[in-house]
């Protein structure tokens, strides 16, 4: 069923990249047409210097490790680049904070608002280098799922058929950024609830659903089964086709701070379901059969997400506050993967070993998503999408592709 990334993937590594005659004409090409008025930048500096092999190795630092070349990514030379350049130019709304060569690489992007593939390949060439991924076990390939947007049917307004709230931010939950008194914990945030002088773990999934909509906290709307506001929760994002006819957008507000655990692996190790029936479908099945077990299944998983509602316009935001695109954008583990970052993904369909090789970016984290070469693929929204992310579960391999000349970032803890 899953087909293993080739052993020569991640074969000898090179220190540097030498383009082949094509790229250097589409990089020529692109310097007389969008340059002319423009001083000389970067993008010449760059092209120079690989004319002239003069391009030397970068520095190495955790997470990513050594550059390679572009030939060792497989199926770039296929890949239809153009397709990511919406994803590209999403991640540009941030990444020029980042540092001035940031900044330069996003401006030259603007001035091709849609490239086609071979412009494309020319620009990620010369303005990029590709780098392996090195996580603390040495592993060289991980898992990669696949995500979507739900669309679940609700309403403003309670009643018997919409009765499973989808919670804003309750008031007394506390969050703390440890960075502000722990510079080495950056990225790292504790949350509970002050309970007289102290601070308490936050509510439970169990504490809060027991409630039955009385949790303190508001309510953007009601749908009306809890296994798909369950999923919901586990996409962090989602669209809620109201019975009045109107169409909102949720996004991830918050979270509650427990860990996040597995539903589909804590009903295998029940007994209730095999391996192969562990997808987000069979999981529905298995609710439907099992209604009376739902809730104490549920609340294995003690995490609860609550929304914010969103611009009913845009697409789904992700942790790198963009919006996702669909096929484009991935979750990583940004303690590995800085956020914002085009990754070549190698892995294989759903259920499948048809190649799925592409430039994404890094857009998205995971309460899951822990690993160097841990993925989830973004698959777009509504029940087709749907049914490739529950499916998915592949082996993959990632290369973080970072800007010439641009500092490499310092990994999370």
């Known amino acids: 069923m899953n087909r293993a990334i080739p052993s020569d993937v991640l074969g000898g590594v090179k220190r540097y990249d030498v383009l082949d005659i094509h790229a250097m004409f589409d990089a020529m090409y692109l310097i007389l047409t969008a340059r002319v008025k423009k001083t000389a930048g970067a993008f010449v500096?760059?092209?120079?210097?690989?004319?002239?092999?003069?391009?030397?190795a970068p520095p190495r630092a955790p997470g990513i490790g050594q550059p390679v070349s572009w030939?060792?990514?497989?199926?770039?030379?296929d890949d239809a680049l153009a397709q990511a350049w919406p994803a590209l130019q999403n991640s540009c709304q941030k990444m020029p904070?980042?540092?001035?060569?940031?900044?330069?690489?996003?401006?030259?992007?603007a001035l091709f608002?849609?490239?086609?593939d071979g412009t494309a390949r020319a620009f990620f060439e010369n303005m990029f280098v590709p780098y392996a991924l090195q996580g603390p076990?040495?592993?060289t390939e991980g898992m990669v799922t696949g995500y979507y947007e739900p669309v679940l049917m609700a309403s403003r307004e309670r009643s018997a058929t919409f009765s499973q709230p989808v919670y804003g931010v309750p008031d007394d939950l506390l969050v703390v950024d440890l960075a502000d008194q722990y510079p080495e914990l950056?990225?790292?945030?504790?949350?509970?609830?002050?309970?007289?002088?102290?601070?308490?773990?936050?509510?439970?999934?169990?504490?809060?659903?027991?409630?039955?909509?009385?949790?303190?906290?508001?309510?953007?709307?009601?749908?009306?089964?809890?296994?798909?506001?369950?999923?919901?929760?586990?996409?962090?994002?989602?669209?809620?086709?109201?019975?009045?006819?109107?169409?909102?957008?949720?996004?991830?507000?918050?979270?509650?701070?427990?860990?996040?655990?597995?539903l589909g692996r804590h009903l295998i190790e029940r007994g209730e379901m095999t391996l192969d029936q562990a997808s987000m479908q069979g999981i529905k099945t298995w609710a439907a059969a099992?209604?009376?077990?739902?809730?104490?299944?549920?609340?294995?998983?003690?995490?609860?997400?609550?929304?914010r509602e969103l611009p009913a316009g845009d697409g789904p935001i992700g942790a790198f506050s963009v919006p996702l695109e669909a096929g484009y954008s991935i979750a990583v583990d940004a303690r590995f993967v800085p956020l914002g970052a085009p990754v070549f993904l190698a892995t294989t369909y759903p259920l499948s070993a048809q190649p799925l090789q592409r430039l994404v970016m890094a857009q998205d984290t995971g309460g899951a998503i822990r690993g160097a070469h841990r993925a989830d693929f973004f698959w777009g929204s509504g029940a087709e999408a749907g049914a490739l992310a529950g499916r998915m579960?592949?082996?993959?391999?990632?290369?973080?592709?970072?800007?010439?000349g641009a500092t490499l970032p310092r990994p999370l803890p």
Do not use: K
Not at 393 to 401: A, H, K, M, S, Y
């Open 290 to 307: 099992h209604p009376q077990r739902l809730q104490d299944a549920l609340n294995h998983n003690a995490s609860y997400v609550f929304f």
């Open 45 to 56: 500096v760059g092209l120079v210097c690989l004319l002239a092999s003069c391009v030397s």
């Open 137 to 139: 076990d040495g592993a």
């Open 97 to 109: 904070a980042r540092d001035a060569r940031w900044s330069e690489l996003c401006a030259d992007a």
């Open 186 to 262: 950056r990225g790292m945030r504790l949350r509970g609830r002050v309970e007289g002088r102290r601070l308490r773990p936050y509510y439970s999934r169990g504490e809060i659903d027991t409630r039955n909509g009385a949790f303190g906290a508001p309510v953007i709307a009601w749908v009306a089964d809890p296994v798909e506001l369950f999923f919901l929760q586990i996409q962090g994002s989602g669209q809620l086709q109201l019975d009045s006819g109107e169409r909102i957008r949720v996004g991830f507000a918050e979270q509650n701070g427990h860990p996040y655990r597995s």
């Open 113 to 116: 608002p849609a490239p086609d």
């Open 393 to 404: 579960r592949q082996p993959g391999t990632q290369w973080v592709l970072w800007p010439r």
């Open 71 to 77: 030939a060792e990514l497989p199926g770039w030379r």
